[in-house]
């Protein structure tokens, strides 16, 4: 009996680990698009201020408030990027430095154009679906459970790289394993 509320605790953690992770997702996303409405606000400014130096005959270089809003838009913009990777590492993904495609997180090689992506992923056996640097569901058997059959069905419908026989993911033009076109 003691094992069956062990186990119901456990869970109850995992859950609420991930509520956790939900909320903190979006309340990023709330500060992203903040970010995006002041982006917009700063490229409407920088629009109107080259509109009236045009306007006033005046040609070469850019007025010195263009400059200015092109520096505050360079931060806004970094601040915005840095939110999105936060994101992206509450959902164990990763994006090409190459292409910007997203990815699992730990995969060798983009599965959009076949870059590498930076940490390596030791697979001892390519027939096996691996879990690509999953968050810690140790305390959570129903998350690990439903993680399990997540990856059987994705075995199921998954091709087969001609070069390694990793599964690959479906619709993508490289092998995230070897990196090479399928």
């Not at 430095?97 to 997180?105: D, L, P, T, Y």
């Not at 058997?141 to 993680?147: A, I, N, Y």
């Not at 690959?168 to 090479?180: A, D, I, L, T």
Request: proline share 5%; hydrophobic share 30%; aromatic share 6%.
């Amino acid at each position: 009996m003691t094992n069956f509320f062990d186990k119901i605790k456990k869970g109850a953690r995992g859950a609420g680990k991930k509520a956790q992770e939900t909320v903190e997702i979006n309340r990023i996303k709330m500060q992203i698009k903040t970010k995006q409405k002041e982006i917009s606000r700063l490229f409407m400014y920088m629009g109107d201020a080259l509109y009236q130096h045009m306007s006033k005959g005046e040609k070469g270089s850019l007025p010195g408030a263009c400059v200015d809003l092109k520096q505050e838009l360079d931060r806004k913009i970094t601040e915005k990027e840095a939110l999105e990777e936060r994101i992206r590492e509450l959902k164990h993904l990763a994006k090409c430095a190459s292409c910007g495609q997203i990815n699992v997180r730990g995969v060798n090689f983009c599965a959009e154009c076949g870059h590498p992506m930076g940490t390596k992923l030791e697979v001892q056996d390519t027939k096996i679906w691996p879990m690509l640097e999953p968050p810690n569901y140790e305390d959570d058997p129903l998350m690990q459970e439903e993680l399990f059959e997540q990856q059987m069905q994705h075995m199921e419908r998954s091709e087969q790289c001609p070069h390694c026989g990793h599964p690959v993911f479906p619709g993508k033009r490289f092998c995230h394993q070897c990196g090479r076109a399928r």
